[in-house]
């Protein structure tokens, strides 16, 4: 009976690390889509986060310089994005499309002589305990630093949003570009700085992929997670909270539905593989179908092009 | 407190547009001022660079003789200038008080002491923690108001304040008006509407075209005299003629007509008859919401009655829909311009084509006849003075009046025998009602029919032959004009009973 228990930890905990990049993304994205930009270059943003952390890891042979270069080109590459849509008034939908196929061409060049070299072992905190506590040890400790971040990160995200100043602000832009700059709030401003945030948090997502999660680099290894972490900020209705929900579900069905295809059960491969998006957006759909908090939740200007009268 | 707010010599230029020409005001707290003019007369350029949303690109304001540099809307408000914008500047989501704290320094308790002060003060009854867009306009206003006074505002302009308030919101913000003013605060008043002026105003500035036409003082005015100096010609008098040639030749129908809709925010018909003979003008009263909607639908064809026949010329035309009926040479001019009339995005000549008769071919086997649609609606937008001949701008940009012209033009190029309308005046400013309600006369005198639903008794009066009133659905017996007066017709609308 004990080992179950642990074994059912052990299991927990990699769910719950299965889900960090989907939550760093997700939570990035869903401030950028509270000042009302609609950023899809999501995936070509983990992506590039990816393999620049790998291969500022392999050159510098130093994980941390790798993870805040990671978060650098995450961000850069949102600059472009945040250039063309804020400053040249391009559409949001067209360029974010363009900024995934773009991450993910750009990735694919750069990682080109990185296939193949082995990755480094990441810091884990507080091995000891992980052996030491039955069941909660595997599930809370053992882990690194990004996962401890990521799982504080969208408690942190719903404080900014509900109680500070700054995160009124960004909602208020969210809702009324122009109404915020009749107040005399600085629009771009508002909205560069969240589109920058939400770049790094990508870039940070994918470097989680390719440093800790399975580290190495292979090519196109995001696989989809970004489109997951875009439907994951929707579908829960633009709450960090439930991000957070949408993200654990997701990683535990598709851990869950591997385990199940390893005992052979007799379940189509293909009906399995798609459970995890099925279960996902049921349970998302089912626990945001307050009508009234999604009107208030959901940014009113998401997608619209914004221009100051002169 | 004495507060001086002097405008001097600001021009503001729009490619193709002289906004504000050589603008030169003085103004003076202790009392209210007007600033009247039609739409795009530059009322609103003006009161935006007051605010420092737009710069001007010539021209100072000064506030209490020190010279203002207001580029930015923070510097307005620094400079205790507040301003209640036509469309509200607030966020729909989120809560009042939210609204309220998110331009303002104090903490969040001392704020909420400040702002409950302020409305047990002006008694604004307001709960500061629900979201804004459960509030009524009027409610979301005085979010606006407080949101000014929270500063202390020496100056506050009022954009059109009540365009979008009912009459007993509108009475309340006249005396909160007032009562700002005997404290102190220089209030400005831009409207397009008369009578606001000289029940509110103690003196009026008219702007025509981007420039200042008058300043008087509103004991010396009365509403002709505004109406001229806004317009800048004397309206002509709209008279009718009673039409003599009643000759009894019917043109349209309507008998035992039913309508019982499934949409509980809808209005039920109830056996609804009426008949109209050629060059007639059928009037329909009534307080808005109580069946007028549905009723144009059914008559336009949008929807179709449950029973009941519909005649046009002896023909049963109850179950076509709106396009068949208008080759049967009905025309409908329906009460929403903007999402039911006309397609705001797309151009002038392209919401002309959205009305194709088989007869115009404005199609050759389904491709656009560009040249066609353009030179048709060059003529309509000509014949129906409509203040612009390029057919290839986009309908959004035209004023509510010019759009309104458009519509009514695009309906009656085609001379139809009847035309079916429904508020065609509702927020025009007064040349255009005047233009359109000259349009209505002209038709009828071409022995063309009309109905005209609206909620205007004005202008029902002054241009009905016959008039009935819609009550909870159902019609009153029809009177003809002479025996209506405004009285009756209220009492009628109210539900009351008049034999």
Not at chain 1, 229 to 236: D, G, I, K, R, T
Not at chain 2, 202 to 213: I, P, T
Not at chain 2, 308 to 316: A, D, H, L, N
Not at chain 2, 455 to 460: A, K, R
Request: hydrophobic share 45%; glycine share 8%; charged share 20%.
């Amino acid at each position: 009976m004990n080992i179950d228990i642990n074994f059912l930890g052990i299991l927990i905990g990699a769910i719950m690390a299965s889900s960090v990049p989907l939550i760093l993304a997700a939570s990035g994205e869903l401030i950028t889509e509270r000042s009302g930009v609609l950023n899809l270059g999501v995936e070509g943003m983990m992506i590039i986060g990816a393999i620049s952390g790998f291969a500022l890891m392999v050159i510098t042979d130093n994980l941390f310089l790798a993870i805040i270069g990671s978060m650098l080109s995450g961000l850069l590459l949102s600059f472009i994005f945040g250039f063309l849509t804020q400053s040249l008034l391009t559409n949001h939908v067209a360029t974010g499309l363009a900024l995934t196929i773009f991450g993910i061409g750009l990735s694919a060049m750069i990682g080109k002589d990185f296939v193949g070299i082995p990755g480094k072992q990441f810091p884990l905190l507080f091995v000891n305990l992980k052996e030491a506590i039955p069941f909660f040890g595997p599930i809370f400790f053992g882990h690194s630093i990004v996962f401890y971040f990521a799982f504080l990160l969208p408690f942190g995200t719903n404080y900014f949003l509900k109680k500070t100043k700054i995160g009124l602000i960004v909602r208020a832009v969210g809702d009324s570009p122009l109404s915020a700059a009749n107040q005399g709030i600085n629009v771009l401003l508002v909205r560069y700085c969240c589109i920058l945030y939400g770049g790094a948090m990508c870039g940070l997502g994918g470097a989680y992929l390719s440093l800790i999660y399975t580290p190495q680099w292979i090519e196109n290894m995001t696989a989809g997670r970004g489109w997951i972490a875009l439907a994951l900020v929707v579908f829960a209705t633009w709450s960090p909270l439930k991000v957070l929900v949408g993200a654990i579900i997701f990683g535990g069905i598709t851990i869950l539905q591997l385990h199940m295809q390893a005992m052979g059960i007799r379940i189509p491969v293909q009906f399995l593989s798609a459970l995890p998006y099925i279960m996902t957006i049921v349970v998302l759909v089912i626990i945001s179908r307050d009508s009234r908090k999604i009107k208030l939740n959901t940014p009113t200007s998401l997608g619209q092009i914004f221009y100051k009268e002169k | 407190m004495n507060t001086k707010l002097k405008v001097s010599k600001v021009s503001k230029i729009y490619p193709g547009c002289i906004a504000n020409d050589n603008v030169s005001l003085n103004f003076q707290s202790g009392k209210i001022y007007a600033l009247l003019g039609e739409n795009g007369a530059g009322k609103s350029t003006l009161v935006k660079i007051l605010s420092g949303v737009i710069n001007p690109d010539k021209g100072q304001i000064f506030l209490n003789d020190k010279l203002l540099k207001l580029t930015s809307p923070k510097d307005a408000k620094n400079n205790n200038i507040g301003m209640v914008f036509q469309h509200f500047n607030l966020f729909e989501t989120l809560s009042v008080f939210e609204n309220l704290s998110i331009d303002n320094e104090k903490n969040n308790h001392q704020l909420r002491i400040l702002i409950n002060n302020i409305l047990k003060k002006y008694n604004f009854k307001i709960d500061l923690d629900v979201p804004i867009l459960n509030l009524s306009a009027g409610q979301k206003q005085k979010v606006e108001i407080v949101r000014c006074l929270i500063r202390n505002p020496k100056v506050l302009i009022m954009d059109e304040p009540t365009s979008v308030l009912t009459e007993q919101e509108t009475e309340d913000l006249f005396l909160s008006l007032k009562k700002f003013s005997k404290e102190g605060i220089l209030i400005i008043y831009i409207t397009h509407k008369l009578k606001e002026v000289l029940s509110l105003c103690d003196e009026v500035a008219v702007m025509r075209k981007g420039k200042v036409v008058s300043i008087s003082r509103t004991v010396d005015e009365e509403l002709s005299s505004l109406a001229n100096k806004m317009i800048g010609e004397n309206l002509n008098k709209i008279k009718k003629i009673a039409s003599n040639n009643l000759s009894g030749e019917e043109i349209l129908k309507v008998s035992r007509l039913n309508f019982n809709s499934e949409d509980p925010y809808e209005v039920n018909l109830v056996d609804i008859n009426f008949t109209l003979n050629k060059g007639e003008c059928l009037g329909i009263a009534g307080i808005s919401g109580n069946g007028q909607n549905e009723l144009f639908q059914i008559l336009s064809g949008e929807t179709l009655s449950n029973n009941g026949s519909i005649k046009f010329r002896s023909k049963e035309i109850s179950k076509l829909n709106p396009k068949e009926r208008r080759e049967y040479l009905m025309a409908f001019s329906p009460e929403d311009r903007i999402s039911q009339a006309a397609v705001p995005s797309l151009k002038i000549y392209e919401n002309v084509a959205l009305n194709n008769f088989k007869t115009s071919n404005f199609f050759e086997k389904g491709l656009f006849n560009e040249r066609k649609i353009k030179d048709h609606s060059k003529k309509i937008l000509s014949n129906f003075s409509v203040n612009t001949d390029n057919v290839n701008l986009k309908s959004q940009f035209l004023s509510g009046g010019n759009l309104q012209k458009l519509i009514l033009g695009r309906e009656l190029i085609t001379s139809p025998e009847l035309l079916i309308c429904f508020n065609p005046t509702w927020g025009l400013d007064v040349g255009a009602i005047n233009y359109i309600h000259q349009t209505l006369v002209k038709i009828n005198e071409q022995g063309k029919s009309i109905i005209l639903i609206s909620t205007n008794n004005d202008e029902l009066l002054q241009l009905s032959d016959r008039i009935s009133v819609i009550n909870k659905g159902k019609l009153s017996k029809i009177m003809s004009a002479e025996e209506v007066n405004p009285e009756k017709l209220g009492l009628l609308m109210g539900g009351g009973l008049v034999d």
